[in-house]
Nanobody, 120 residues
């Protein structure tokens, strides 16, 4: 199976920055799209950003221009650099990764989530 471990969350003041990391391990033949989502209590999980295997990126309107996403294929890691953070960015952030974990099987795997709190 495949495990995803996120790190880098925490408490930051408005206007500050954080960088989240998500590293995949386990039975991995290939990694395809890598994504970040976030969720606040009582609301659906919200898509934030994604990066393809070739490095193309997309962002939600709410974070475009403030967040960047990147990946290190050798380290099986995706990063989310979050700048100019706002209180409304407060959420649990999840990485989601499409992984070929058997020769003919591709599934989406999720990290456990990491808290980001933007507050004075």
């Amino acid at each position: 199976q495949v495990q995803l471990v996120e790190s880098g969350g925490g408490l930051v003041q408005p206007g500050g920055s954080l960088r989240l990391s998500c590293t995949a391990s386990g039975s991995i033949y290939a990694i395809y799209n890598m994504k970040w989502y976030r969720q606040v209590p009582g609301k659906p999980r919200e898509w934030v950003a994604e990066i393809t295997v070739l490095g193309s990126t997309r962002f939600s309107d709410s974070v475009r221009g403030r967040f960047t996403i990147s990946r290190d294929n050798g380290k099986k890691t995706v990063y989310l650099q979050m700048n100019a953070l706002k209180p409304e960015d407060t959420a649990v952030y999840f990485c989601g990764v499409d992984v070929r974990w058997e020769v003919d099987t591709v599934n989406a795997f999720w990290g456990q989530g990491i808290q980001v709190t933007v507050s004075t």
